[in-house]
């Protein structure tokens, strides 16, 4: 193995200045409610805001603001969106089933959360695929109260209609313009507007990552997720062009995305930097695109195939794309990945809008031991037991046992009066 082309500044990495402005935040919104976050909008979005909350007449003017085409685009990805959360969700079932000791009943019941908050960002483009991505799964999964936080989107009195437009086809049940880690800071406390919710899920910036790290407790969290990225395999056959864009796709979405290349020659390495130079020239994101990629961007040079395997493994990235010859072969021994893309034809694009998957997935790693967004996420596991009085005779001897092994005479004696004993 050897390193073509490495990391320049690595702009992703944490830092305590962000740690210590998301606390004043968080106590701030927590004390002072909307007022705080009315005055964050104008401070971060500037725009004047009377209120927090977004009415049912903003929602349908968007409609009016928006291409027939794009919500045309919205409605296909969202009926796709919803079949695959609805073919995971047959995958998952309620169980109930006899013990082979006599008179004990088991199970589990599917639990939704009852209330979630979805954060979509806006940043420097709106995401409306996002609304999508968070709002539909916690609705399959039967979630009652969907809530949805966004910032101001530049150039609009508010939050982009496409957005906007997205949270309604989705069933969001109530839209808030508020972004950031003051966004969060409201779902997790609750304002005056913005209700409290048990679960908070969607993608951010580090104040928004940061946000959703402390208040993890008073709340629940979908994942800490860090900068995009995404890590292609490539050998000699792959076309250079598709690597080479999809690199740059995922170096357009800001400063701090990380895209790396595991090819089997310095000859394809030098061929795919030419076609970054190229696109990135003909495209109106090139230019910040290019810039990223210089930042964090990777090319590694791998002595063969199964060296690129282990290393795609233990990097485990939030997307990871196969550009070989026998690409489903070599998909088959990835095992770390938030959301796999198995060919040249399928670029990490189809996953982020369309193809059905979610696109809210673990980075830093965290594939290694966590799971993408999905419709399980809003789903409680809840565990059932129903015992007979010949239930409790079979079980009283080993549960009496270990409770006097564990010093816990309470537990031990709330057995034995039950037997008699």
């Avoid at 982009?160 to 109530?174: F, K, N, R, W």
């Avoid at 808030?176 to 910036?205: H, K, W």
Wanted: with cysteine; aromatic share 6%.
């Amino acid at each position: 193995m050897r390193i073509y082309k490495n990391a320049e500044r690595k702009t992703y990495e944490r830092d305590q200045q962000t740690t210590d402005l998301v606390a004043d935040i968080l106590k701030n919104v927590a004390t002072n409610g909307d007022a705080e976050l009315i005055d964050l909008a104008k401070k971060f979005d500037n725009i004047e805001l009377d209120t927090v909350k977004v009415d049912r007449k903003a929602v349908e003017e968007a409609y009016k603001k928006v291409s027939k085409e794009t919500v045309e685009a919205i409605q296909n990805a969202a009926a796709q969106i919803r079949f695959f959360a609805e073919k995971q969700l047959e995958t998952l079932k309620p169980l109930t089933t006899a013990s082979p000791i006599p008179g004990v009943t088991l199970g589990h019941r599917l639990i939704p959360v009852e209330t979630v908050g979805a954060y979509v960002p806006a940043g420097r483009y709106p995401l409306p695929s996002t609304a999508l991505m968070l709002a539909i799964p916690a609705k399959v999964a039967g979630v009652k109260k969907v809530v949805a936080c966004s910032p101001a989107a530049r150039g609009c009195d508010g939050i982009h209609p496409a957005v906007l437009v997205a949270m309604d086809i989705a069933g969001v049940d109530e839209i808030f313009c508020s972004g950031g880690a003051q966004a969060v800071a409201a779902m997790a406390y609750g304002t005056e507007s913005i209700p409290r919710v048990d679960l908070i899920c969607g993608p951010g910036n580090r104040y928004v990552v940061e946000a959703k790290r402390q208040v993890l407790g008073s709340v629940g969290i979908d994942s800490l997720a860090g900068p995009s990225e995404v890590l292609i395999i490539a050998d000699d056959f792959a076309n250079p062009d598709y690597t080479a864009i999809d690199l740059l796709a995922q170096s357009e979405h800001d400063s701090v995305a990380r895209s790396t290349l595991l090819c089997l020659s310095e000859d394809f390495g030098k061929k795919v930097e030419e076609s970054l130079e190229k696109f990135a020239s003909e495209l109106p994101t090139g230019e910040l695109a290019m810039q990223t990629w210089k930042d964090n961007g990777m090319i590694i040079v791998c002595d063969n195939m199964e060296e690129a395997i282990a290393l795609a493994n233990d990097n485990a990235p939030e997307h990871l794309e196969v550009h070989t010859i026998n690409a489903q072969t070599v998909a088959n021994e990835l095992t770390n990945f938030g959301s796999l893309f198995v060919g040249e034809y399928t670029p990490v694009a189809f996953g982020d809008y369309c193809s059905g998957t979610n696109h809210t997935l673990p980075t830093m790693a965290s594939a290694k031991y966590s799971s993408g967004l999905w419709v399980g996420t809003f789903l409680k596991t809840a565990f059932t037991q129903y015992i007979s009085k010949e239930g409790c005779q079979n079980l009283s001897k080993t549960c009496a046992t270990l409770a006097g092994e564990e010093g816990l005479s309470a537990h031990q004696k709330s057995v034995l009066v039950r037997v008699g004993k």
